[in-house]
């Protein structure tokens, strides 16, 4: 999948995820979700990223108009990742590199997204 992967877990490593390639870039948002989270997204395709989650340890949140699952690990309370909801979505998901040791996303430029208002970068 890539000569370079970068793997990242919740606190209690119940829920992680290899990240197989490069990101260009890291997204902060701020909409009503992202901006409490303080998540720094990686988005991509599903095929680029190999989940493990121990039996019972997943919470999906969704709300709204329920396009997105906000995957978060039930013991700790950390948010891991967020997949699309609806079966005919495009091929995305995001995975919180906040989770990522410091050192492994530490090159990765943050673009700081308006999720709250315009739905443009504001950088």
Known sequence: MG???????????????????QTDRLVSC???ICRRLRALWAHDSPSK??????EGALLQYSWGDEELAF???????CTVSWTPLAP???????????MA???????????????ADSWEFLD
Do not use: L, W
């Not at 005919?88 to 906040?98: C, E, Q, T």
């Not at 040791?101 to 999720?115: E, T």
């Open 30 to 32: 701020n909409c009503s």
């Open 3 to 21: 000569d370079r992967s970068i793997q990242g877990k919740c606190h209690c490593g119940a829920v992680s995820f290899e990240y197989f390639g």
């Open 88 to 98: 005919d979505s495009i091929d995305r998901m995001a995975v919180n590199m906040a």
């Open 49 to 54: 990223v190999e989940m493990k989650v121990k």
């Open 71 to 77: 995957n978060t690990c039930r013991i700790c309370g």
């Open 101 to 115: 040791q410091p050192q492994d996303i530490a090159d990765i430029p943050v673009r700081h997204f308006d999720g």
